[in-house]
T-cell receptor
C-alpha cells in the first residue's frame, strides 16, 4: 500500500515548456486534489476532482489543466510554463468529500521554471 | 470569503512543555471542518487532528488537542509535553462542502521550534 505517490520528485523547466505531473493513489479514494505551496503562502488549491472523469477549479487554476481519466490517477498539466509557476506541488486524496475525511498527501514535486 | 489566519509566524517552546498554536477562521457557513497538519523539514504533510463545526467536544489525538471556540471562530492547536520531533511547520485548514463543490483553505503556517 503506497498511499499517494507523485512523479517526478524534481523538475526544471524553461519558460514556455510543457510538462505533466502524475499523481497516483491506491486507496480507492474518490476525491483528489492538486495544491501548490509557495514560501509564506501556505497551500493553495489549484484543481480538484470528485470522481473519475470529473474536475473542478480551485483557488488558483490559471495556467494549469487537469484530467482524471482513471480513478486512481490525477494529472496536472502545465501547457506553457512560467517562472511564476515555480513552486512545490502536492497531490492529495480523500475517501469522500465530506467534512471529516482527512486528506492524504503525496511527497511533493519541486518544480523550477527558469 | 473563507479565510484562515495564523498570526504566529514562529513559536519556540522548551522540550516537555505545552504550546498553543493559534488559528482563527472566517466563514458564514454553519457547516465546516477544521484540520491541523504538520509539515516537517522533509516536506510531507501529516494529518494531526480534525474538528467539525457541530462537534460538541474538543477533538483530542494523543498529545494533540484542539481548543475550539466557535463563537470566537478560533481553533487553536495545543501540543502537550513537546518533543524535539515536534519541530516543524504547522498548518491550520478549513474545509467546506457546498452544493457538491469543495472549498479548502490553508493558513500560512506557524514554524514551531522545540528547544532541548
Amino acid at each position: 500500500n503506497a498511499g499517494v505517490t507523485q512523479t517526478p520528485k524534481f523538475r526544471v523547466l524553461k519558460t514556455g515548456q510543457s510538462m505533466t505531473l502524475l499523481c497516483a493513489q491506491d486507496m480507492n479514494h474518490e476525491y483528489m486534489y492538486w495544491y501548490r505551496q509557495d514560501p509564506g503562502m501556505g497551500l493553495r488549491l489549484i484543481h480538484y476532482s470528485v470522481g473519475e472523469g470529473t474536475t473542478a477549479k480551485g483557488e488558483v487554476p490559471d495556467g494549469y489543466n487537469v484530467s482524471r481519466l482513471k480513478k486512481q490517477n490525477f494529472l496536472l498539466g502545465l501547457e506553457s510554463a512560467a517562472p511564476s509557476q515555480t513552486s512545490v506541488y502536492f497531490c492529495a486524496s480523500s475517501l469522500m468529500g465530506y467534512l471529516n475525511y482527512e486528506q492524504y498527501f503525496g511527497p511533493g514535486t519541486r518544480l523550477t521554471v527558469t | 470569503a473563507q479565510k484562515i489566519t495564523q498570526t504566529q509566524p514562529g513559536m519556540f517552546v522548551q522540550e516537555k512543555e505545552a504550546v498553543t498554536l493559534d488559528c482563527t477562521y472566517d466563514t458564514s457557513d454553519p457547516s465546516y471542518g477544521l484540520f491541523w497538519y504538520k509539515q516537517p523539514s522533509s516536506g510531507e504533510m501529516i494529518f494531526l487532528i480534525y474538528q467539525g463545526s457541530y462537534d460538541q467536544q474538543n477533538a483530542t489525538e494523543g498529545r494533540y488537542s484542539l481548543n475550539f471556540q466557535k463563537a470566537r471562530k478560533s481553533a487553536n492547536l495545543v501540543i502537550s509535553a513537546s518533543q524535539l520531533g515536534d519541530s516543524a511547520m504547522y498548518f491550520c485548514a478549513m474545509r467546506q462542502t457546498q452544493g457538491g463543490s469543495e472549498k479548502l483553505v490553508f493558513g500560512k503556517g506557524t514554524k514551531l521550534t522545540v528547544n532541548p
